[in-house]
């Protein structure tokens, strides 16, 4: 199948690439700037001169990787940024292929685009409203399902993935498991909040079998691992693969109390500190996204999150024993 993958150079592009390349898939990789390290069959382009430009081959499909994930908040001098790249970019990804028929697109959302429940998050869960990045995530949904609805024979693929976590630097799990191992306080209280996760590995195989439904129309899928998880179940099968000493942890009441003395010092310093009502929310939030329907689909993960876990420790000890990068 002829592609076009954007955001190529993003965390989950990296991955993605070699997994469509193995797959059989060729075409062309995009981003802000040029991807390079292609696998063999695919071409790099920058985002704009592939939008600028009538494709040759046709493609067969979009998978849009694209995003803006850096504005928790809007601020008064870009308050619509969120919506600019997350909406408006996948509007012109569509217009794009529109113009060019191309008949597939695959859309990589976020779990961020629901509200959860109290207990489960589904596919049915309402979704996140107001400038933020969830809000136009799900903004984002409805052009995809719009340009599906909008002609007979059209397929798009929405998934939504949790927090995503892998052997790269921008990993998601990444400061937690450097906490876990360094033997600093990593879990609030017991632990035992619900949080969903996905590896790069189970995400990228998630996206090649999207690439393969035949279904016309939009379908909509929640990607995680397959094993239901907690903070606690992390941190501790973090420790045990590290070989480090079980994870410690700070008793909710002494948390509470100490987080706006850290949202102070962060104030005052300019620098984030280990514990602050942000993070403390975050680690109380459940977040609970089972993979169920993606599964009943037909999908099978290839990778347990242990095995993901070990994967990005193995990693990260590759990655402590080399040397330096110069310039």
């Known amino acids: 199948m002829e592609c076009v993958v954007t955001g190529a150079?993003?965390?989950?592009?990296?991955?993605?690439?070699?997994?469509?390349?193995?797959?059989g898939h060729v075409g062309i990789a995009t981003g802000r700037t040029v991807p390079t390290d292609l696998p063999a069959g695919w071409r790099g382009s920058t985002r704009g001169e592939c939008l600028a430009l009538a494709p040759s081959p046709v493609p067969d499909a979009v998978v849009h990787l694209e995003v803006e994930q850096a504005v928790p908040t809007p601020s008064a001098a870009d308050p619509d940024a969120a919506d600019r790249v997350n909406v408006g970019g996948t509007r012109a990804w569509l217009d794009w292929a529109t113009r060019h028929g191309v008949s597939c697109f695959v859309f990589v959302s976020s779990i961020q685009a629901a509200v959860p429940g109290s207990a489960c998050g589904t596919e049915e869960s309402p979704l996140a409203t107001g400038p933020t990045y969830g809000g136009s995530k799900a903004r984002a949904e409805g052009e995809v399902r719009a340009w599906a609805a909008a002609e007979e024979g059209r397929r798009a693929v929405i998934l939504r993935p949790a927090a995503v976590y892998g052997p790269d630097p921008a990993s998601n799990l990444l400061p937690f498991a450097r906490r876990v191992i360094a033997g600093r306080r990593s879990l609030v209280g017991t632990g035992a909040t619900p949080r969903s996760v996905v590896s790069r590995k189970n995400l990228t195989a998630a996206i090649a079998f999207a690439l393969a439904d035949p279904k016309a129309g939009c379908a909509l899928y929640q990607v995680s691992d397959p094993q239901p998880t907690t903070v606690v179940d992390l941190a501790t099968s973090i420790a045990a693969l590290s070989q480090v000493p079980?994870?410690?942890?700070?008793?909710?009441?002494?948390?509470?109390?100490?987080?706006?003395?850290?949202?102070?010092?962060?104030?005052?310093?300019?620098?984030?500190?280990?514990?602050?009502?942000?993070?403390?929310?975050?680690?109380?939030?459940?977040?609970?996204?089972?993979?169920?329907?993606?599964?009943?689909?037909?999908?099978?993960?290839?990778?347990?999150?242990?095995?993901?876990?070990?994967?990005?420790?193995?990693?990260?000890?590759?990655?402590?024993?080399?040397?330096?990068?110069?310039?």
Not at 9 to 23: I, Y
Not at 294 to 320: C, D, I, K, N
């Open 9 to 23: 150079r993003g965390f989950v592009g990296r991955g993605l690439l070699p997994v469509l390349a193995a797959a």
């Open 246 to 327: 079980p994870p410690r942890s700070i008793p909710l009441p002494l948390a509470r109390f100490a987080a706006p003395i850290g949202d102070l010092l962060a104030c005052v310093t300019g620098r984030e500190m280990p514990l602050s009502s942000a993070r403390l929310a975050a680690l109380q939030s459940a977040s609970h996204f089972p993979s169920d329907r993606l599964v009943a689909a037909g999908f099978v993960h290839p990778q347990s999150t242990r095995e993901g876990l070990a994967e990005m420790l193995a990693w990260m000890a590759r990655e402590a024993r080399s040397p330096p990068r110069k310039g």
